[in-house]
């Protein structure tokens, strides 16, 4: 793609550099002016009628403009004087009793045009409402009536510099319609294109903007942001390039000295900021606060005293200054570009972005060929062009993500609908069973009830270091398609596990069996050959969907797995996640609630029960201490309403959880409970709700316990 890319910024430079050297037609002759330019600085005050009486004294007041300074032009000039320059020229035997026009492929910054003392146009605008026309050609039509056919015609362009002054050297006279449409084309590549550039620009950084607006709970999105900013300050230094195409910018409101330190120059500096921003948000880098600080500090020292500048004279010679000192951003990118480069695992993020900036990199180096040798001046700036391909490209790369993430969902919603078709399918087929055997359906519910209550184990729990306190509520005549299991050998927990059988009723309840039966054995075995355990909830989905047939349901879960306890009195924790909402871990030392979730949340998709769908369960680990909790519950409590429709919510949850942490844990679950209550108010709930509070006590005094009361171990109620 990168191969590609350079192609492409290739083929529009070689497109650009047809367009101009030639119109489609034969070349007319051209009357380079070049040779017979020469210069005077005068008073702002001079007029044409004086620059002609001076010129024609006896004493020569012009002096020739060497090549070498026709981008120097400002070197000859004060902030109270204008820079004059004169050609003069013959009309040659092929232009004559023809329209002639006038060519300058670029003039900066503004200037009037007089032939033989008649004024024949203006491009920009004089102190002191000066301000530049942009990177557009100057062309003027030479009428018949003020050119002298058969004598020395004299051109007079009356220049102010604004510190920077520069002409062409192939300013020239040709036939008015060539020189007119070689100066349209010279505009168009120049100045038209780059406010097509900037268009879209806007519309990327509306894009990326509100991508990152739609996008801010998911982590690792912060490179939209920082894109969009990059579009918007990378707008503020294009538009000198059309200055003259929008009227409020050359208004007198804002001064052109006002308009090139905040647009021009400081939109370069951010530029510049923002796109080694987004290097390091696009590889995935945090950045320090030192870092940052450091970066700011460079933006500062760049921007302030460009910002402060009281003349275009003291701009001029901080520019370059400022501009080397705002590349030693790169100081922080490159290095780590390159590392990323090195490494297997970040390689492929690293190669994808050099291949977006690959447009932009082709054309900076045939920028500095063209201009810096002083091979052809003239031509617009290809590194304008490259950038575009740069922001298409990225734009293109965000299509390709939301096409995928479009065609994943796609595939899900077509299987989703297909499994409610199906299990509608069934539900219909068995609903004439049920109104004509409801009496035995009764029966089969309770019957279904007293099993789950069977081998569901005790609600309320200790063992060594561990309390435990459940809570379950099944929605349908106490038939439940929600799981809880916790897994021991003797005195001391080894996991436990909370799962969600989607659908509600007789179905989901039987799959509960079904599913405890194969979560306890992976479980077990798990443990036997220390397997992680996201291969353990992998290994439940597997032998799930080879049991369950042709049942559609699917699961979402959490398992936890814990060590033994070590001298500090800590234990490690792993849990794995199967689409089932983060629990919550409070932190006693800190008084903290976190959410419970993989670093990078789309490294961790799937659920229990779906064949042919991919899944990832990677593994979280962390350690708890004594007093710390663990919180974890199905759904239906989280989206519990009441009567006005309000949900319960996560953060109520948290709330009740950070106010009674120093309680046990069954006192803990009771006031979730209470909470709840009165929340909904009895309002109906619509989905089985179970709960699971776990809280670290000291293993120390359990031990102690036993020895004062002993409790022979029960046998493993996962089992």
């Not at 398609?481 to 059988?501: A, H, K, Q, T, W």
Request: proline share 4%; charged share 20%; net charge neutral.
């Amino acid at each position: 793609m990168r191969k590609r890319l350079s192609l492409l910024s290739f083929f529009l430079i070689f497109i650009t550099l047809s367009l101009i050297s030639c119109n489609g037609k034969k070349t007319p002759e051209k009357m380079y002016l070049t040779d017979s330019l020469s210069y005077y600085a005068a008073d702002r005050s001079t007029t044409i009628a004086s620059i002609k009486f001076i010129d024609n004294g006896q004493r020569t007041v012009f002096t020739k403009l060497e090549p070498k300074d026709f981008d120097k032009l400002s070197k000859f000039v004060t902030e109270n004087t204008y820079l004059w320059i004169k050609a003069t020229f013959v009309v040659p035997n092929s232009l004559k009793n023809t329209d002639l026009g006038l060519n300058i492929p670029y003039l900066k910054t503004c200037s009037e045009c007089y032939l033989n003392g008649n004024l024949l146009g203006s491009y920009g605008s004089f102190p002191p409402n000066e301000f530049s026309p942009g990177y557009v050609s100057n062309y003027y039509l030479l009428p018949q009536g003020l050119l002298n056919i058969y004598g020395e015609n004299t051109i007079y362009l009356k220049i102010w510099t604004g510190g920077s002054g520069s002409i062409s050297k192939n300013l020239y006279i040709s036939e008015a319609n060539y020189a007119q449409f070689h100066s349209t084309i010279i505009t168009f590549f120049s100045s038209k294109i780059i406010l097509i550039f900037t268009g879209a620009m806007f519309v990327a950084f509306i894009i990326y903007l509100l991508m990152f607006i739609g996008l801010k709970k998911v982590h690792r999105h912060q490179e939209h942001i920082v894109f969009a900013l990059l579009n918007l300050y990378t707008i503020s230094f294009l538009l000198i390039f059309f200055a003259a195409d929008i009227p409020f910018l050359t208004s007198s409101v804002l001064s052109y000295l006002t308009f090139l330190k905040f647009g021009f120059f400081f939109g370069a500096y951010l530029t510049i900021y923002f796109a080694n921003g987004f290097i390091l948000s696009f590889l995935h880098i945090h950045q320090s606060g030192k870092t940052m600080i450091i970066r700011t500090s460079i933006l500062a020292l760049a921007a302030i005293p460009t910002l402060t500048a009281p003349s275009y004279k003291t701009l001029s010679y901080l520019v370059i200054p400022s501009i080397i000192l705002s590349f030693c951003q790169f100081y922080f990118t490159i290095p780590k570009l390159i590392d990323h480069l090195k490494h297997k695992e970040t390689r492929a993020n690293a190669k994808k972005l050099l291949k977006g900036f690959s447009p932009v990199l082709f054309c900076i180096p045939v920028d500095f060929i063209l201009r810096c040798g002083f091979v052809y001046r003239d031509l617009p700036y290809f590194t304008l062009y490259g950038w575009q391909l740069t922001v298409i490209t990225f734009m293109s790369f965000l299509v390709k993500q939301f096409n995928d993430i479009y065609i994943n969902n796609i595939k899900l919603s077509n299987q989703l609908t297909d499994f409610n078709t199906h299990l509608e399918k069934q539900v219909a087929e068995r609903t004439k069973e049920i109104s004509e055997k409801n009496l035995i359906l009764t029966e089969g519910l309770h019957a279904v009830s007293n099993v789950q209550k069977n081998f569901l184990p005790p609600k309320k729990r200790t063992f060594r270091g561990w309390e435990l306190a459940i809570s379950y509520t099944p929605l349908v005549n106490e038939v439940s398609g929600d799981l809880y299991d916790y897994y021991y050998s003797g005195e001391n927990l080894d996991g436990i596990g909370i799962f969600d059988v989607s659908g509600h009723g007789i179905p989901s309840g039987l799959m509960t069996i079904l599913a405890k039966g194969i979560i306890s054995q992976h479980f077990l075995n798990g443990i036997t050959q220390s397997e992680p355990i996201s291969q353990v909830l992998e290994n439940i989905n597997k032998t799930y969907i080879q049991e369950k047939v042709n049942v559609e349901n699917y699961i979402t879960g959490l398992l936890f797995r814990f060590s033994s306890f070590n001298k500090k009195d800590t234990c490690s924790v792993e849990v794995a996640n199967a689409g089932h909402p983060h629990p919550y871990l409070y932190k006693a030392d800190t008084k903290e609630i976190v959410e419970i979730q993989y670093e990078d949340p789309r490294e961790q998709y799937g659920m229990i029960g779906l064949n042919d769908l991919p899944v990832s369960f990677p593994p979280v680990s962390f350690r708890m201490a004594p007093d710390d909790i663990i919180l974890c519950f199905t759904d239906g409590l989280t989206d519990a309403c009441n009567a006005q429709h309000e949900e319960f919510g996560k953060e109520r949850l948290k709330e009740i959880l950070k106010s009674y942490a120093f309680e046990s844990a069954v006192n803990i679950r009771n006031k979730i409970k209470e909470a709840l209550l009165e929340f909904t108010n009895n309002n109906p709930s619509n989905d089985d709700i179970t709960f699971i509070v776990l809280k670290r006590n000291n293993s120390k005094d359990y031990i102690e316990e036993l020895q004062d009361n002993y409790i022979p171990p029960l046998t493993n109620m996962g089992a």
